[in-house]
C-alpha cells in the first residue's frame, strides 16, 4: 500500500484539521482517517466502564478490542452512535491524557495503517505524519492562536448543544497542547518536510484551497 498517496494534517487541538480534511478528502475523493476519534472513543469506552486513566494495561487492552464501526459520518461503539458523546471536552481531555500511554499508542497503530485505501487517505491527528505515515507524499501542519481556536471550539461546542465557558476552553486548550507537544512519545511538532500553514487569519476555504494547492503541485511534479 505504501504506493497509494495520504496527504497527512497534524496540529494542535481547533485548528481545523478535520475540516479541512474532510473537505480535502471530498475535494479528492479520498478515504478520511479521524485518528483523535480513535483515542476518544477508547477515552469514552473508559470513562463508560469506569475504568482507572492510568491504568495502561487495561487501556490498551480497550483500545485494542474497540468495537468501533464507521457507517459515513457516524461513529458507532457496538451497536450505539456514539459520533455526539466523544465529541465532548471531557472526552477530549481524557483522550489526550491517555494517549501519552505508549501501549495505547501501539494498540492503535495497525487500525489507523488500515485506513490507506486506494485511491488515496487524507489523516488527521498529532502523528500521522511523524509517525503513522512516515512517507506521505504530503504533510501539512495546521496551526492557529490559542484565542482563535478556542473562539472556534467555543462555537462549536455552542453549536452541538454543549455549555461552553471561553475561559475554561482557554485553559484546557493551553493545557492540552502542553501534554501534546512535551510527551516523550509522539509529541505534537511539525513532521519533517510538513509544510506549515497557519490559519488564524484564513476561513476554511482559503485552508482548503492551500492543501489542495500544495497537491496539484506535487501531481504535476509527478511526485504523487
Ligand atoms: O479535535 P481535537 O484536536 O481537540 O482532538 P482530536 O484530534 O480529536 O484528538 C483528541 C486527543 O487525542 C488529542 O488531544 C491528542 O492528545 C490525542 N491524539 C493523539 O495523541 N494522536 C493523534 N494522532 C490524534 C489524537
Ligand atoms: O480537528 P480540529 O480540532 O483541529 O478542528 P475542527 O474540529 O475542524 O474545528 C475547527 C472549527 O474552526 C470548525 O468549526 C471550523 O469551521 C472552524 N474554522 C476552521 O476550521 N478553519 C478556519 N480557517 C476557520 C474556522
Known sequence: TSHIPVITIDGPTASGKGTVSHLVAEKLGFHYLDSGALYRLTALSALRKGTDLHDEHALAKLARDLPVSFK?????????????????EEVGNSASKIAALP????????????????PGLVADGRDMGTVIFPNAPLKVFLTASVEARAD????????????ANMDDLLKDLR????????????????????????????????AVAQVLGWYAALKKQHVV
Open 175 to 206: 493545557e492540552r497542547d502542553e501534554r501534546d507537544a512535551n510527551r516523550k512519545i509522539a509529541p505534537l511538532k511539525p513532521a519533517e518536510g510538513a509544510y506549515v500553514l497557519d490559519t488564524s487569519n484564513m476561513t476554511v476555504d482559503e
Open 72 to 88: 459515513g459520518e457516524h461513529i458507532f461503539l457496538g451497536a450505539d452512535d456514539v459520533s455526539a458523546a466523544i465529541r465532548a
Open 152 to 163: 472556534r471550539r467555543y462555537k462549536q461546542l455552542i453549536g452541538k448543544g454543549f455549555s
Open 103 to 118: 501501549a495505547v499508542r501501539q494498540a492503535l497503530y495497525g487500525l489507523q495503517l488500515d485506513f490507506r485505501k486506494a
